[in-house]
T-cell receptor, first 111, second 115 residues
């Protein structure tokens, strides 16, 4: 069974500082997804990482994938208040429809 | 247009009621999904339809009955639910079920309360 572990589960950020969310997984995976969820809202797709060494950036968020270490990171640069949300990583293996989610990291950005 | 539309947004139903949740996408996606999400938890897969055929049922109780009338529509029929079934129900779709690298798009969800 594919297991996905995110840490930390809660992250209090100070505006302007940099932080990283970690996503470890247990078995070989083809695809690594990052989603954002605002309270009471649906999931917004942030990144899809397809191969070892993949790095994608959008605004203050940058995601990377190391398939050998079975690790993905979501790096937040110079946090701002509107990044407050819950962030999920999720994995999908080839020939498998199932998206296995991590527990989520709840991010709060304070002034 | 990367939109998955779900109706209703909120539903309150009694344990003896029959109701349905509806999902629609016009992106030409051939895989559609139902997920259930409890508060402060990640989404859990319930069903997957691939090319309008049920591909995965994650051991979901029969009081939940999915239906895919055509490639754009996905329904979830609800009957004799329990209060513990109260949750956010998310519909999602992706382009090609056989290509795992496709983005999976989620709808806004339907908040279900069973009383």
């Amino acid at each position: 069974e594919l297991k996905v572990e995110q840490n930390p589960l809660f992250l209090s950020m100070q505006e302007g500082k940099n932080y990283t969310i970690y996503c470890n997984y247990s078995t070989t995976s083809d695809r690594l997804y990052w989603y954002r969820q605002d309270p009471g809202k649906s999931l917004e797709s942030l990144f899809v990482l397809l191969s070892n060494g993949a790095v994608k950036q959008e605004g203050r968020l940058m995601a990377s994938l190391d398939t050998k270490a079975r690790l993905s990171t979501l790096h937040i640069t110079a946090a701002v208040h509107d990044l407050s949300a819950t962030y999920f990583c999720a994995l999908r293996r080839s020939n498998d429809y199932k998206l296995s989610f991590g527990a989520g990291t709840t991010v709060t950005v304070r002034a | 247009d990367t939109e998955v539309t779900q109706t209703p947004k909120h539903l309150v139903m009694g344990m003896t009621n029959k109701k349905s949740l509806k999902c629609e996408q016009h992106m030409g996606h051939r895989a559609m999904y139902w997920y259930k999400q409890k508060a402060k938890k990640p989404p859990e897969l319930m069903f997957v339809y691939s090319y309008e055929k049920l591909s995965i049922n994650e051991s979901v109780p029969s009081r939940f009955s999915p239906e895919c009338p055509n490639s754009s529509l996905l329904n979830l029929h609800l009957h004799a639910l329990q209060p513990e079934d109260s949750a956010l129900y998310l519909c999602a779709s992706s382009q090609d079920p056989k290509r795992t690298g496709n983005t999976i798009y989620f709808g806004e969800g339907s908040w279900l309360t069973v009383v």
